[in-house]
Structure formats: structure tokens, C-alpha cells
């Protein structure tokens, strides 16, 4: 390893335990905030509008993997949870508990996708991505040279 460089698959752990750490890692702060920012807030704001019972590896086992992707915050909230049952519709607005479900599953699929975008930084640093689709010199064909 280069001297000063960084170790990718470490920075990969710390975007897994906490949103847009790996970004701050490998020197990309305006990334890492964004990600912390926008995954860490749709995280909180699924938990907050289902008053906690978003997080529920009982009745939502397939949500519960893609939550587990936004870091170790879902096995925290599953074990500081109560194990009674969510009484849907008494307790809890049935809409209010979905939507903090399906929130804070995103979270988690938006911090896997943001992990695949780290890595891929990583590997090709000067390859094209999403973002630079209109970038003449980065498209061939496009105007800029051959």
C-alpha cells in the first residue's frame, strides 16, 4: 500500500457502522455528509413516525435484513425492543407503522448502494460514473474526442 493511502474495506466497515464514515475516511467529507446526512435522517425519521416499531425482526424478518444494512443501530433497536406485540390500529396507526418500516428499510438500501459507490470510487477513481454521464471528455462519442 502506498504511502498515505487508505485502506478501502476498512472504510467499508466504518460505512456500514455508521453512514458516510467510510467517505470521511477515505477524504471524501462532501460525500460522507451527504450520506450521514440523508441516510442517517430517513433512518431516524422511520423510527420516530412509527414510535419505535419499525424495527421488528418478528413481524417483518425480509424488512429487518434490508434495515440491517443501514448498520448496528437495527440489532441495537431489536434488543432494546419489547417483545409484546405491536397492537396495530390501537396503539399505532397501521399507515404510521408502515411507513417507518419501509423508511427505514430504504435507509438501509441506500447505505449498501452508497457502500458499492465507495468501493467502485475506490477501484476506478477516473472511470465515469452516474454523475458524470454528461461529461463530454468522459462519454465517447459525445463531443468530446475519440
Known sequence: MAKGAR???????????LPGLGHFYLRRQAHGLFYAVMIGG??????????NTAVNLD????????????????????????HESVALGETIAVLDHQTGVVYTALAGVLNLIS????????AAPE?????DTLRADAVSG?????
Open 7 to 17: 485502506n478501502v474495506w476498512f472504510a467499508l466497515v466504518l460505512g456500514w457502522l
Open 42 to 51: 430517513l433512518y431516524a425519521l422511520g423510527v420516530v413516525i412509527s414510535r
Open 59 to 82: 413481524i417483518h424478518p425480509w424488512y429487518f435484513f434490508c434495515q440491517l444494512l443501514a448498520g448496528p443501530v437495527t440489532p441495537g433497536l431489536e434488543a432494546i425492543r419489547g
Open 115 to 122: 457502500l458499492c459507490e465507495l468501493f467502485r470510487r475506490w
Open 127 to 131: 472511470a465515469p460514473g452516474p454523475s
Open 142 to 146: 459525445l463531443g468530446g474526442s475519440p
